[in-house]
């Protein structure tokens, strides 16, 4: 059995969705946990001040192309993670699910998109320490 998977969705697939799946997988084991984003209706690109702001923080979303949420794309996720899509939320059978009302940080100004940033942040990273994901540091071996 693999990692188990988490899709991050939203609308547009190129700003909270974006953000949250980079920081979930900067902060989950990859053989127990990845992050995968998708959206209803996605847009062209990431928006750009999504990319400064997580560039501050080491995280380089500028290879990130927004990508529509797809029953094949959803097949064999265990949880949805939803964010402010409302009527547009997918359902993904079988998945558990979760909504996080977050502002859309499109045409904001930075430091509104950085406070955005940071509450998608403490969220996933409570998630990763709740579900046991976190990434292991290397063991010490005591002769």
Not at 94 to 117: C, S
């Amino acid at each position: 059995m693999g990692p188990i998977r988490v899709l991050f969705a939203c609308v547009h697939n190129a700003g909270r969705s974006q953000m949250a799946a980079a920081i979930f997988n900067s902060l989950a084991d990859p053989a127990r946990a990845a992050a995968l984003s998708a959206g209803t209706r996605p847009g062209a690109r990431v928006h750009p001040e999504v990319l400064e702001v997580m560039r501050e923080v080491g995280l380089d979303l500028s290879g990130a192309t927004p990508r529509l949420l797809t029953a094949d794309l959803a097949r064999g996720v265990a949880l949805l993670v939803t964010m402010g899509c409302g009527e547009d939320c997918p359902y993904v059978p079988g998945a558990e699910r979760d909504d996080w009302l977050l502002p859309d940080p499109k045409g904001r100004p930075l430091d509104e998109v950085r406070t955005i940033r940071d509450q998608v942040g403490a969220r996933v990273s409570a998630l990763v320490r709740s579900r046991g994901w976190e990434r292991r540091r290397n063991p010490v071996h005591l002769n």
